[in-house]
């Protein structure tokens, strides 16, 4: 009976949204969490600008600065995160490397999302056989990790086309790969919830004012459908990066030559041992950080967005 | 020539191998500006006749039979193209519970000109220009404002009022409203009745109300239409089925009204329960709760006869009927 209470209580002038962004700011984790990830964001955009070198320069790579330390160990004004193993200049590349790995992470989940959402929409409001075929392919694709789905097509992909054309074609490579192996998540997500939304009478009201079924499932069912998919979303970008990482590791992502955080790891991972430790742990630490404040919004986002814990 | 004529309707549902029949032998024509009401217990078929007009029973039900005819148009085997430009444009509903029908995450606006734009081209400012007159027609004060709240931030008499703004939109010819008033308190249902009629009125527009309030019922319709389990009893002039009620069900409808039971005593009730779907007695429906029961009630199914201006079908008015003729010519000999 939560609607009649409502109708009794003259409506708040403000919009659930700006109550929810009140509790945000209320909740000094939740925004500090955010302050660090729009931090993130903006280094991303505007890398070409801050990093102190131009990492597409012929210059940039120079071996007689290789394994420098960073500046308060060494005392080098010019490179104050260090260099790496090739010279280059480590606060150049973490920050490229940033902006890759989120590139990725993004671009992979707005694939994921397109899809799931195209599928989800459709199994669901259509029901019956076609829903059946959709949700039997999506348990097939969730019965085979991301991972192994990942290393055998990229595996393969070089194996056939050469290195050449992977180098070249890389990050495209694995935009799809991670876009694709995951869509599954956000297709039964969006199924559950049109399933219940499809009951509502103002799907019925819709249907006899003669709106097409194309209309009713993206512009009203949709967006009755889009607060679980935020929660997902922010976990899934944080999921795509770590999968690019462990990829890049694995040597299967970013060449070395045009490197995301996880491949940055993966070069630094050689020298952990022989003294030169900050070419893998910076990348590692950025990587880390990146990942919990994305997971930490993701929880706050899903702690306030269900509606069984919403309280008004 | 009548706007909307149904004929012999059997609507059935097919649940757990089992075909349930939900309509049988439907008719009844609806003309231009008439006001038609139906009414009967829940669980009569009266929604289920309002859905199948437009061609919308969800599975398991299905239209096994007869026809339903928008002025010479079949609607039961319309393409789903051809049912689109029918609904909303020609036939339109208004739903029982004004707080379900609106999409909660639209605005009022965003609704109106929705409904607008899937039926006609037309830019947003002028689907945004009809859409707040019409929110005008339905007495809603300052339309422009309330064109961009959400439905939470409106009353339940407001929201109504929205809902048969959608509705007027596009002009249809007919508006069926299935319980328009329910979910309502008392003062608001007599003023969203008012809004109805003088649409209708003003437009005229024919309407369809599904109710079982027959207060409502007398005062809006000019023809009611009774259903029990599914067929249609008694149909008549509104004031003819009130004022003298011929079949037995009808007459119990009436004596259950709380008006008609003494002061100090209890209220007037029809024994019993309508049968469900899957336990149809044979011959009339009625007969394990009708007081007048004869064992030919009990297997047969009695056809309408003529009884004054309304049409009914029970034994006993034929019955009545043929005795008051012999007596009647027995006495002109």
Same mark, same amino acid.
Not at chain 2, 27 to 52: D, H, M, P, Q, Y
């Given at each position: 009976?939560?609607?009649?209470?409502?109708?009794?209580?003259?409506? @708040?002038?403000?919009?659930?949204?700006?109550?929810?962004?009140?509790?945000?700011?209320?909740?000094?984790?939740?925004?500090?969490?955010?302050?660090? @990830?729009?931090?993130?964001? %903006?280094?991303?955009?505007?890398?070409?600008? %801050?990093?102190?070198?131009?990492?597409?320069?012929?210059?940039?790579?120079?071996?007689?600065?290789?394994?420098?330390?960073?500046?308060?160990?060494?005392?080098?004004?010019?490179? %104050?995160?260090?260099?790496?193993?090739?010279?280059?200049?480590?606060?150049?590349?973490?920050?490229?490397?940033?902006?890759?790995?989120?590139?990725?992470?993004?671009?992979?989940?707005?694939? &994921?999302?397109?899809?799931?959402?195209?599928?989800?929409?459709?199994?669901?409001?259509?029901?019956?056989?076609?829903?059946?075929?959709?949700?039997?392919?999506?348990?097939? &694709?969730?019965?085979?990790?991301?991972?192994?789905?990942?290393?055998?097509?990229?595996?393969?992909? &070089?194996?056939?086309?050469?290195?050449?054309?992977? *180098? &070249?074609?890389?990050?495209?490579?694995?935009?799809?790969?991670?876009?694709?192996?995951?869509?599954?998540?956000?297709?039964?997500?969006?199924?559950?919830?049109?399933?219940?939304?499809? *009951?509502?009478?103002?799907?019925?009201?819709?249907?006899?004012?003669?709106?097409?079924?194309?209309?009713?499932? =993206?512009?009203?069912? %949709?967006?009755?459908?889009?607060?679980?998919?935020?929660?997902?979303?922010?976990? *899934?970008?944080?999921?795509?990066?770590?999968?690019?990482?462990?990829?890049?590791?694995?040597?299967?992502? $970013?060449?070395?030559?045009?490197?995301?955080?996880?491949? @940055?790891?993966?070069?630094? =991972?050689?020298?952990?041992?022989?003294?030169?430790?900050?070419?893998?742990?910076?990348?590692?630490?950025?990587?880390?950080?990146?990942?919990?404040?994305?997971? $930490?919004?993701?929880?706050?986002?899903?702690?306030?967005?269900?509606?069984?814990?919403?309280?008004? | 020539?009548?706007?909307?004529?149904?004929?012999?309707?059997?609507?059935?549902?097919?649940?757990?191998? /089992?075909?349930?029949?939900?309509?049988?032998?439907?008719?009844?024509?609806?003309?231009?500006?008439?006001?038609?009401?139906?009414?009967?217990?829940?669980?009569?078929?009266?929604?289920?006749?309002?859905?199948?007009?437009?061609?919308?029973?969800?599975?398991?039900?299905?239209?096994?039979?007869? +026809?339903?005819?928008?002025?010479?148009?079949?609607?039961?085997?319309?393409?789903?193209?051809?049912?689109?430009?029918?609904?909303?444009?020609?036939?339109?509903?208004?739903?029982?519970?004004?707080?379900?029908?609106?999409?909660?995450?639209?605005?009022?606006?965003?609704?109106?000109?929705?409904?607008?734009?899937?039926?006609? #081209?037309?830019?947003?400012?002028?689907? #945004?220009?009809?859409?707040?007159?019409?929110?005008?027609?339905?007495?809603?004060?300052?339309?422009?404002?309330?064109?961009?709240?959400?439905?939470?931030?409106? +009353?339940?008499?407001?929201?109504?009022?929205?809902?048969?703004?959608?509705?007027?939109?596009?002009?249809?010819?007919?508006?069926?409203?299935?319980?328009?008033?329910?979910?309502?308190?008392?003062?608001?249902?007599?003023?969203?009745?008012?809004? !109805?009629?003088?649409?209708?009125?003003?437009?005229?527009?024919?309407? !369809?109300?599904?109710?079982?309030?027959?207060?409502?019922?007398?005062?809006?319709?000019? #023809?009611?239409?009774?259903?029990?389990?599914? #067929?249609?009893?008694?149909?008549?002039?509104?004031?003819?089925?009130?004022?003298?009620? /011929?079949?037995?069900?009808?007459?119990?409808?009436?004596?259950?009204?709380? /008006?008609?039971?003494?002061?100090?005593?209890?209220?007037?009730?029809?024994?019993?329960?309508?049968?469900?779907?899957?336990?149809?007695?044979?011959?009339?429906?009625?007969?394990?709760?009708?007081?007048?029961?004869?064992?030919?009630?009990?297997?047969?199914?009695?056809?309408?006869?003529?009884?004054?201006?309304?049409?009914?079908?029970?034994?006993?008015?034929?019955?009545?009927?043929?005795?008051?003729? /012999?007596?009647?010519?027995?006495?002109?000999?």
């Amino acid at each position: 009976m939560r609607h009649l209470k409502k109708d009794i209580i003259p409506p @708040l002038q403000e919009s659930r949204w700006s109550h929810i962004w009140a509790g945000f700011l209320g909740d000094k984790l939740a925004t500090l969490s955010l302050a660090i @990830l729009v931090f993130y964001c %903006l280094v991303a955009i505007f890398a070409p600008l %801050l990093a102190p070198y131009n990492i597409n320069s012929p210059n940039f790579m120079d071996l007689t600065n290789a394994e420098i330390a960073p500046s308060w160990i060494s005392g080098d004004e010019r490179f %104050l995160l260090g260099t790496d193993d090739q010279g280059r200049d480590m606060l150049s590349v973490v920050l490229y490397g940033t902006r890759l790995s989120l590139t990725i992470g993004i671009c992979a989940v707005l694939i &994921q999302i397109t899809l799931g959402i195209c599928i989800g929409l459709i199994s669901g409001y259509l029901g019956g056989r076609i829903d059946n075929f959709l949700m039997r392919c999506a348990d097939i &694709q969730l019965s085979f990790s991301t991972m192994m789905v990942a290393i055998v097509f990229l595996a393969v992909f &070089q194996a056939l086309f050469g290195m050449d054309m992977y *180098q &070249q074609l890389a990050m495209i490579m694995l935009i799809l790969v991670i876009g694709l192996a995951e869509w599954p998540l956000f297709a039964r997500t969006i199924r559950a919830s049109v399933l219940a939304e499809k *009951q509502k009478e103002y799907v019925d009201a819709a249907r006899i004012m003669g709106i097409s079924p194309k209309r009713i499932m =993206f512009k009203h069912i %949709l967006p009755n459908t889009l607060t679980p998919v935020l929660v997902i979303f922010t976990v *899934q970008i944080s999921n795509a990066i770590v999968a690019e990482a462990a990829l890049s590791f694995l040597g299967l992502g $970013m060449p070395a030559s045009d490197p995301s955080l996880g491949a @940055l790891i993966s070069v630094g =991972f050689n020298y952990m041992f022989s003294g030169s430790w900050w070419i893998c742990i910076i990348p590692s630490l950025t990587l880390i950080i990146l990942i919990l404040v994305m997971n $930490m919004l993701g929880d706050w986002l899903r702690d306030h967005l269900n509606p069984k814990t919403y309280r008004d | 020539m009548n706007l909307l004529s149904v004929n012999n309707l059997h609507v059935n549902f097919h649940i757990k191998g /089992q075909d349930l029949a939900a309509l049988i032998d439907v008719s009844f024509t609806l003309n231009r500006g008439e006001r038609i009401a139906i009414v009967g217990e829940s669980g009569a078929g009266k929604s289920i006749l309002g859905f199948s007009i437009v061609n919308l029973i969800d599975k398991p039900g299905y239209i096994k039979s007869g +026809s339903i005819k928008l002025q010479n148009k079949e609607i039961t085997t319309m393409t789903p193209r051809l049912l689109q430009e029918v609904r909303g444009k020609r036939i339109a509903m208004i739903f029982q519970d004004p707080m379900m029908t609106l999409n909660p995450v639209l605005t009022i606006g965003a609704q109106l000109v929705e409904a607008i734009r899937s039926h006609t #081209r037309i830019s947003f400012k002028d689907a #945004r220009n009809i859409a707040i007159e019409k929110l005008h027609s339905v007495q809603i004060a300052s339309p422009e404002k309330r064109f961009n709240q959400y439905p939470h931030e409106l +009353s339940g008499g407001m929201r109504q009022r929205v809902i048969i703004a959608i509705v007027l939109l596009l002009n249809p010819d007919i508006i069926i409203a299935d319980e328009p008033t329910t979910a309502l308190d008392v003062t608001i249902q007599a003023e969203i009745i008012q809004l !109805l009629l003088d649409i209708c009125r003003d437009n005229s527009m024919a309407l !369809l109300l599904i109710s079982h309030d027959l207060g409502v019922v007398s005062r809006v319709a000019e #023809r009611t239409i009774v259903m029990y389990a599914g #067929r249609v009893v008694e149909e008549g002039p509104t004031l003819e089925v009130i004022n003298d009620p /011929q079949h037995p069900y009808t007459q119990g409808l009436l004596n259950a009204l709380p /008006q008609m039971a003494l002061p100090g005593q209890r209220l007037n009730q029809i024994q019993g329960n309508m049968p469900s779907l899957n336990e149809r007695p044979t011959g009339c429906a009625f007969h394990s709760r009708c007081p007048y029961a004869t064992d030919k009630c009990r297997q047969q199914q009695p056809d309408f006869i003529q009884s004054g201006v309304s049409s009914v079908a029970c034994f006993m008015v034929e019955n009545m009927i043929t005795e008051f003729e /012999q007596n009647t010519d027995e006495e002109s000999l």
